[in-house]
Nanobody, 123 residues
Framework: VQLQASGGGSVQAGGSLTLSCQAS??????IGWFRQGPGKEREFVAA????????GYADSVKGRFTISRDTSKGTVYLIMNSLKPEDTAVYYC???????????????????WGQGTLVTVSS
């Protein structure tokens, strides 16, 4: 599967952005979002199974970010509200058919990655 992430940009703190991840095929079960801030390791943000029966979020984004998918478009969205400067990072989407929600937070469990899209939040 090939993944194309888009939607990044620059916003002020408190603002909103919606990221999109377009998949070339549908031969996976889960899609996730990770991010890597300046000088930081890549970290889990959110994930959803393709049937949309399960979602998961990092504690740092719960209540502010929402992950959803549109199967007709083969697209997963990350709706980001109340953005903070610490949300500044390159955001990556990833796909997997081998992981489940018990291992979603582990980047190594996701074999397919898209290119990143940069989100910059200014104070």
């Amino acid at each position: 599967v090939q993944l194309q992430a888009s939607g990044g940009g620059s916003v002020q703190a408190g603002g909103s952005l919606t990221l999109s991840c377009q998949a070339s095929t549908f031969d996976f079960d889960n899609i996730g979002w990770f991010r890597q801030g300046p000088g930081k390791e890549r970290e889990f943000v959110a994930a959803i199974n393709w049937r949309a029966t399960i979602t998961g979020y990092a504690d740092s984004v719960k209540g502010r970010f929402t992950i959803s998918r549109d199967t007709s478009k083969g697209t997963v969205y990350l709706i980001m509200n109340s953005l903070k400067p610490e949300d500044t990072a390159v955001y990556y989407c990833a796909a997997s058919s081998t992981t489940d929600d018990s291992t979603w937070t582990e980047a190594i469990e996701w074999p397919s990655w898209g290119q990143g899209t940069l989100v910059t939040v200014s104070s």
